[in-house]
């Protein structure tokens, strides 16, 4: 099993590590080509609006947007539920957006999460993060903070989250992206 | 249980910096073409480096007005500068909501003995480095990102490969060193000696550490990819080239892709005059910026 990690801008390395200690075979995307033989991706936190300029001018935009349709699992954290989000991006999740939702980098914050049908909390970095407003079936909420904003969800092949797992120790959401949405695919 | 201003945030913050490209701008319209060109965040400031080497005098924190209008202006993050040793100048900006404050050597330094408590603040800063001990005491004193301190305003690329390479050297020195080796090698950097042993163990720095000082074509920032850096900072490249837009974005693009020669070869074609640049040798001791602020 290969997962291709989009390492165009952002938070690269990081998912590396937490895939790596998953036990599976990683491959950075920085090109086209890169996207073959994959079974799955990864698109890291940054700064979405680089992230699009940059698939735009690899001319790969409208074939991940395509392989997204067509089932290949996919995690996006951060900028990366930002891009999946977004209609003229890579649509893959059937929600709405508001990007930098909790404001600006000031407002950046950690919190305790609780995860439907995790018994222990998961520790959140939210960093200058977009949320949810609201998802729509297919999609369903996986994380919804007190007040109601949605900070993760999946749909079909799709995982996202608006916080960071790459960020902390506590490897469970990649754990759950390789055991049930690639692996579980097959 | 909600917290901000966390150590993680703050550094994290810069992780999400990471194969970018930070842009000086000194206006509303500059920082549209900074973010169209696929900045991953703006330096508002009124004067770039190399215009405030020529007006010479005394250099400040930017107006509040200036700073906000830009956040206003672009969704990327803004970061803005504030003088070293300036507590209040950082207050000001971290008031204003900057998402970074960079305590620069740019600009007259307001204390030469200290450097600002940044551990007190929720915004986070960035800070220049010559060498490893530069680095581990700027993050001692609470900085979430480094960055070369290169030479300001002179377009030319050399004092910031020194940098870089001399604070890769002394990690890797620190690194291959003796246990017992630790608290002189402290002693001779200068360095909070828990922040020694902590690059002993890991052989890298705590924090992102990008390149700045003299970036001015795509060719450069891909030389400074490719010696580690984790991103690039360009100061008067960009607005003092001949062609601001095409140098913008073809500086991003060999930030992104800095082993790809020809894609690098391909957006270095017909960029016009890059900024005139200034030989640092001809630079006196007191116009070196580099060396404020250690």
């Known amino acids: 099993m290969v997962i291709g990690v989009l390492a165009l801008q952002g938070a690269v390395s990081e998912h590396v590590v937490k895939l790596q200690a998953c036990g599976v075979a990683t491959k950075l995307i920085n090109e086209l080509s890169d996207l073959a033989g994959i079974d799955g991706i990864v698109i890291p936190g940054g700064e979405s609006t680089t992230i699009r300029k940059l698939l735009v001018r690899e001319q790969m935009l409208t074939p991940l947007k395509q392989l997204v349709k067509s089932g290949l699992p996919v995690f996006g954290t951060c900028a990366g539920l930002v891009l999946l989000a977004q209609p003229d991006s890579l649509d893959g999740l059937n929600g709405q957006v508001e990007r930098n939702g909790f404001g600006r980098q000031r407002e950046s914050f950690e919190t305790e999460l609780t995860v439907m049908g995790w018994s222990r909390p998961f520790h959140g970095v ?37 916080f960071h797992p790459e960020l902390t120790d506590d490897g469970r959401f990649h754990q759950l992206f390789i055991d049930e949405i690639v692996r579980g695919r097959g | 249980m909600t917290q901000t201003g966390t150590t993680l945030v703050k550094r994290g913050m810069a992780q999400m910096q990471k194969g970018g490209v930070i842009m000086d701008v000194a206006n509303v319209e500059q920082a549209r073409v900074a973010e169209a060109a696929g900045a991953v965040a703006v330096m508002a400031l009124e004067r770039v480096p190399s215009d405030i080497r020529a007006a010479g005098g005394v250099a400040r924190m930017s107006d509040p007005a200036m700073i906000k209008a830009i956040e206003a202006a672009v969704t990327i993050p803004v970061m803005a500068k504030a003088r070293i040793g300036h507590l209040a100048e950082a207050r000001i ?38 060498n490893l001990g530069e680095a581990l005491r700027r993050i001692g004193e609470g900085a979430s990102m480094l960055r070369t301190k290169g030479e300001p305003g002179t377009g030319n690329i050399i004092e910031a490969v020194r940098h870089m390479e001399k604070v890769n050297e002394q990690i890797a020195h620190v690194q291959a060193a003796n246990e017992d080796q630790l608290i002189s090698i402290a002693r001779d950097l200068r360095a909070p000696y828990e922040l020694v042993q902590e690059v002993h163990e890991t052989g890298k720095l705590p924090v992102i550490n990008f390149a700045a000082g003299g970036v001015s074509t795509p060719a450069d920032a891909a030389l400074m990819m490719n010696l580690d850096a984790d991103g690039i900072f360009v100061g008067s490249g960009i607005f003092k080239s001949e062609n601001p837009a095409k140098f913008a974005k073809a500086i991003v693009t060999a930030t992104a892709h800095p082993t790809d020669w020809d894609l690098i070869a391909r957006v270095s074609e017909n960029l016009g005059n890059p900024m005139k640049g200034i030989e640092i040798s001809t630079l006196s001791e007191d116009q070196k910026m580099a060396s404020r602020g250690v």
């Not at chain 1, 904003?149 to 799709?158: D, L, T, Y």
């Not at chain 2, 620069?104 to 480095?129: M, Q, R, W």
Request: hydrophobic share 45%; with cysteine.
């Open chain 1, 126 to 162: 939210f960093i200058r993060a977009p949320f949810l407003t609201r998802v729509e079936t297919p999609a369903k909420p996986i994380v919804t903070l007190p007040d109601g904003r949605i900070v993760a969800a999946q749909q079909a092949n799709v995982l996202v989250t608006a």
């Open chain 2, 93 to 130: 900006l971290e008031a204003i909501g900057v998402d970074y404050i960079d305590e620069s050597e740019v600009l007259t330094p307001a204390d030469d003995n200290y450097h600002i408590n940044k551990t007190k603040f929720t915004v986070p800063f960035v800070c220049g480095c010559r």
